[in-house]
């Protein structure tokens, strides 16, 4: 059984910082990309960040420039640091790892970003 655990979120102004992480753990053999989705109240659920295993990145180009993420392979765990926040990022984050051919999910944290 696989298990994502996501920490991190929460409630900061506009213009704060928030960092998020997400550790695997469970029957995992190897893990290729892991990344970081978002979804806000009555939208879909969009990618926000992801990282291969040779720690190539992407990014949407609403985070580009603000949000950074990073992985630790010997952790098997993957972060998510967030600058500049914005009210329009305030969403419901998930984690999401996959492993051979099989995405796993987390189980979403919240980030606010509200004065």
């Known amino acids: 059984q696989v298990q994502l655990v996501e920490s991190g979120g929460g409630l900061v102004q506009p213009g704060g910082s928030l960092r998020l992480s997400c550790a695997a753990s469970?029957?995992?053999?190897?893990?290729?990309?892991m990344g970081w989705y978002r979804q806000a109240p009555g939208k879909e659920r969009e990618l926000v960040a992801d990282i291969t295993r040779s720690f190539s990145t992407v990014y949407a180009d609403s985070v580009q420039g603000r949000f950074t993420i990073s992985r630790d392979n010997a952790k098997r765990s993957v972060y998510l640091q967030m600058n500049s926040l914005k009210p329009e990022d305030t969403a419901v984050y998930y984690c999401k790892i996959w492993s051979g051919s099989r995405p796993y999910w987390g189980q979403g944290t919240q980030v606010t970003v509200s004065s």
């Open positions: 469970g029957s995992i053999f190897s893990i290729n990309s």
